[in-house]
Every structure is written in structure tokens, then in C-alpha cells.
């Protein structure tokens, strides 16, 4: 069976979305294919939430920054955003039958010295973590109940 497809948006897809997808792969991957775009994608990981998803035990080292139009025809069931300006600017995707917004901090925008920004980085990976994973949770207690 093919597994639903989640899209997850941000606006530069440098940050959040790829958290987000990490931490929704980690725990969903096997019953959802979950990836990320963004609205303007900024067309890099950003390399302090590549370290702090390694913190944590997850590689997203592999991802990349992708437009959300690679996948207007790909079949979208889930859309998630989670910035203002990505939802703001979410087109609705042929087939699409859920839409949710959970917004976050962009740790881009954090200033101070490096263990400062860091430490908003993993503020917001550990918000991310909590919102994703209790999602891929109740996704997966919903399959069961319907077994």
C-alpha cells in the first residue's frame, strides 16, 4: 500500500521544515513518505540545524532545499506548515485532504554569539520534536483503531 504522502512547508526550507521532517520521519517513516519544501527555498540546509539534529541522533545532512512546486503533482494527502509566510503562500495541492499549521521561531533569525544561536536552534528542534512526534503518535493510533 502506498504510504500517504506529508509535505511539510516552510518559507526558505532551511530550517524548520527539515527538522520537522526529520523528526516525523523518525517516528512515521514507515507509514507516512514525508518530505519538505519551501515558497522561496533558500537552497541550503542550514548547517546549525544539520548539527542540531545530529545532536539528537537524526541525519538530515542529505536533505535539500526544495520548491514547493516539485510537488504540486505528486499526490499530496497532508500539507503542514510551519511558518506564517509559507501558509500564507500554501497553494492547495491536487488531491490534498488535510491542511495544519503549526508555526515556530525561525532560528535563522537568531543573533548573538555561536552558542547562543545554537541554543535557539535546539529551542526550536525540541519544539519541533514535541509537535511532529505526538502527530506521528496519533496518526499511527488512528491506523491501528481502524485495524
Not at 504510504?3 to 511539510?8: E, K, M, N, Q
Not at 521544515?17 to 512515521?28: D, K, N, P, T, V
Not at 515558497?39 to 526544495?66: C, F, N, T, W
Amino acid at each position: 500500500m502506498k504510504r500517504p504522502l506529508v509535505l511539510i512547508l516552510c518559507t526558505g526550507n532551511s530550517c524548520r521544515s527539515h527538522m520537522a521532517e526529520g523528526f516525523l520521519r523518525a517516528a512515521a517513516g514507515d507509514i507516512l513518505d514525508v518530505r519538505s519544501a519551501g515558497s522561496h527555498p533558500a537552497g541550503y540546509v542550514h548547517p546549525k540545524a544539520l548539527e542540531a539534529m545530529r545532536e539528537v541522533g537524526i541525519d538530515v545532512s542529505q536533505h535539500r532545499s526544495k520548491h514547493l512546486d516539485q510537488f504540486l503533482d505528486a499526490g499530496v494527502d497532508t500539507v503542514i506548515t510551519v511558518c506564517g509566510n509559507a501558509e500564507a503562500a500554501c497553494p492547495t495541492f491536487p488531491g490534498q485532504a488535510h491542511r495544519y499549521h503549526w508555526g515556530f521561531d525561525d532560528p535563522a533569525h537568531a543573533s548573538g554569539d555561536d552558542a547562543a544561536v545554537m541554543n535557539v536552534f535546539r529551542e526550536v528542534r525540541d519544539q519541533i520534536r514535541l509537535v511532529f512526534e505526538a502527530y506521528a503518535a496519533g496518526y499511527r493510533q488512528a491506523l491501528e483503531a481502524k485495524a
